[in-house]
């Protein structure tokens, strides 16, 4: 198969054969999907296979692939240039679209990527607060920057379970603690016994070992502890922002967090990432302040448009009433089928994203992942697959709905899972 031969090339040129590691299908342990092109929900291969897609560019394609709008925006955009290293009236524009939205946002930083707005956002923290510490949660992934690759999520649960990656220095990662998600208890000692933390950073619904949201009040906690301390709290909206709501997972909670990363969707199917927050704390980056950053395609207009484009989409009345539906509609009957069989899987759902944990009965921090069971996911995957359906390829992911999919696929993956249960479970 051409898939198989460009893979097979691709690992004589490239470590593993991919760009990032996840692409490779380790945990299903086969050769990969090599995309050739995408529309709707659907995505097709470069032997002309098509699949039902799940994963959505992991969560960026909230639209589907190639939305006519958002295609049409920057095809119009790219005939003026692809990249000026000058300020463009896009950036501008998006910017002031996402103050609108997020209210906890006052000014932002955009960037090329999830991980320089983590790390942005960690450098800019102990800049604002002169601390050297920063809170993460084991399970949580908040990209491939040294002092947050411990403990995580994603890919890297694979890798290992303390330092996460070899070439991450102990005296880089020593300023980093981890605790446990959902651990009230953990989060009160750690504060009671010290006083130069200058930031917790949380996604505020897990999704990068599995969709897994925060118990009744622990970001309303987080949000206590950190406030009373003079520490900033951060919120890893990378996934979440503009996925769970239009004003995105803080906003669904109700929570106000001092810094908002966000990436993927604001980007319209293009690479980005962007940093937010309060005014006050925003201004000690350069060229105002002393906490430097910087970056060549930050901003890039092409993907400015993409993304106010995709925003103003969003905006539509009803959207995400309408993609609720489709959700429920989805998650409904593998919900009763586990719920009357009693099969030991969990299914695990917030808004349009979503997770099916095999082996176990309990899905609240990563500790509950120590038993999931990584061959029964393997067959699901394959199952699926064999059956036109692409899911996100590991146990340890999460999986997406778009406003592109259609009552009829649904129905049809939904009745896929139900007959994996019946011959498996």
Request: hydrophobic share 40%; proline share 3%.
């Amino acid at each position: 198969m051409k898939s198989r031969l460009i893979y097979q090339s691709s690992c004589q040129v490239m470590p593993g054969g991919v760009s990032s590691p996840i692409r490779s299908f380790s945990h299903v342990k086969t050769p990969p999907i090599i995309a050739h092109h995408g529309k709707g929900d659907m995505l097709t291969d470069v032997d002309g296979k098509s699949y039902i897609d799940f994963c959505m560019s992991w969560g960026a394609l909230i639209l589907g692939h190639a939305h006519e709008r958002v295609v049409k925006a920057a095809c119009e955009e790219i005939q003026l240039g692809s990249s000026f290293g000058l300020s463009t009236e896009g950036e501008e524009k998006l910017a002031t679209k996402i103050v609108e939205l997020l209210p906890s946002v006052e000014k932002i930083r955009f960037v090329s990527s999830g991980t320089e707005a983590t790390m942005t956002a960690i450098r800019l923290a102990r800049g604002f607060t002169e601390r050297p510490k920063i809170v993460k949660f084991t399970g949580h992934y908040h990209g491939h920057s040294d002092s947050l690759l411990v403990q995580a999520g994603s890919g890297v649960f694979s890798v290992n379970s303390t330092a996460t990656s070899k070439g991450v220095n102990l005296s880089t990662v020593g300023d980093t603690i981890c605790l446990a998600f959902n651990d009230f208890d953990a989060v009160s000692a750690l504060f009671e016994e010290r006083e130069d933390i200058a930031a917790v950073i949380v996604e505020p619904i897990a999704a990068n070992m599995g969709v897994i949201a925060p118990e009744a009040g622990f970001l309303e906690f987080l949000r206590e502890c950190t406030r009373a301390r003079g520490t900033l709290l951060i919120f890893d909206e990378v996934i979440t922002g503009f996925r769970t709501s239009l004003s995105g997972a803080q906003g669904r909670f109700a929570i106000d967090p001092d810094l908002t990363c966000l990436g993927k969707i604001i980007g319209g199917g293009f690479s980005v990432g962007a940093l937010g927050g309060k005014a006050e704390i925003m201004d000690h980056l350069a060229p105002l302040g002393d906490v430097y950053q910087a970056g060549t395609l930050s901003g890039n207009p092409v993907t400015m448009r993409a993304g106010i484009e995709t925003l103003l989409t969003l905006e539509g009345a009803g959207f995400y009433e309408t993609l609720e539906k489709k959700a429920q509609r989805f998650a409904k009957p593998v919900e009763n089928a586990i719920q009357t069989c009693g099969y030991n899987v969990v299914f695990q759902r917030i808004g349009s994203m979503f997770t099916l944990f095999f082996g176990i009965q309990e899905a609240c921090s990563r500790e509950d992942l120590k038993n999931l069971d990584q061959k029964m996911f393997a067959r699901f995957f394959h199952f699926l697959r064999e059956r036109g359906v692409y899911f996100s390829p590991s146990p340890y992911e999460a999986c997406f709905l778009s406003s592109a999919h259609s009552d009829e696929h649904l129905d049809f993956t939904a009745e896929a899972i139900l007959r994996f249960f019946e011959e498996f479970l």
